[in-house]
T-cell receptor
Framework: GENVEQHPSTLSVQEGDSAVIKCTYSDSASNYFPWYKQELGKRPQLIIDIRSNVGEKKDQRIAVTLNKTAKHFSLHITETQPEDSAVYFCAGDSNYQLIWGAGTKLIIKP | DSGVTQTPKHLITATGQRVTLRCSPRSGDLSVYWYQQSLDQGLQFLIQYYNGEERAKGNILERFSAQQFPDLHSELNLSSLELGDSALYFC????????????FGPGTRLTVL
């Protein structure tokens, strides 16, 4: 079946540094790639998404890039802050459902 | 607050039992999705309904079933419960049946003893 792989599973960065999380997908027909953030004990929330007709999208400290040829997309967080600590999930659409990555636990070190 | 509500918040039951989880989508959303999240695991897509009809099926066990009612609320039924069914069950909703921004409810934590 279709698959979305997410790396790394855990990422530890110094506060103020940048963090990058990468995902690859298998369905070449995928067009929609959201990123969700899940804080401990809370619901996942959409933080940014990108569609296949654009290569990059930014929202303040968060950006997502998409390479359709290579079938991978990445989440970039700049100037990380303690409140960025959470689990981040990527996903891609396939056959009218989202295929989810396994998640990346982002740890921000003070 | 996403506007998606789920009840109950917590549920503790015994193996072999049957439970029903309830979800009310955001006002105006026609699609409802159910997910299972085991401890420290990712999100496992179970099933999607759009305007009362099943639209997509993921890794849903035969012991599990769901439905979406005319008022668009949805119920997930889990039967013959096993210890391994203990998890957080999320419901999400979106505007249309086409995959779009999904808004998650607060989840129901199921503990099977």
């Amino acid at each position: 079946g279709e698959n979305v792989e997410q790396h790394p599973s855990t990422l530890s960065v110094q506060e103020g540094d940048s963090a990058v999380i990468k995902c690859t997908y298998s369905d070449s027909a995928s067009n929609y790639f959201p990123w969700y953030k899940q804080e401990l004990g809370k619901r996942p929330q959409l933080i940014i998404d990108i569609r296949s007709n654009v290569g990059e999208k930014k929202d303040q400290r968060i950006a997502v890039t998409l390479n359709k040829t290579a079938k991978h997309f990445s989440l970039h967080i700049t100037e990380t802050q303690p409140e960025d600590s959470a689990v981040y999930f990527c996903a891609g659409d396939s056959n009218y459902q989202l295929i989810w990555g396994a998640g990346t636990k982002l740890i921000i070190k003070p | 607050d996403s506007g998606v509500t789920q009840t109950p918040k917590h549920l503790i039951t015994a193996t072999g039992q049957r439970v029903t989880l309830r979800c009310s989508p955001r006002s105006g959303d026609l699609s409802v999705y159910w997910y299972q999240q085991s401890l420290d695991q990712g999100l496992q897509f179970l099933i999607q309904y759009y305007n009362g009809e099943e639209r997509a099926k993921g890794n849903i066990l035969e012991r599990f079933s769901a439905q979406q009612f005319p008022d668009l609320h949805s119920e997930l039924n889990l039967s013959s419960l096993e210890l391994g069914d203990s998890a957080l069950y999320f419901c999400a909703s979106s505007v249309d049946h086409i995959v779009d921004t999904q808004y998650f409810g607060p989840g129901t934590r199921l503990t099977v003893l």
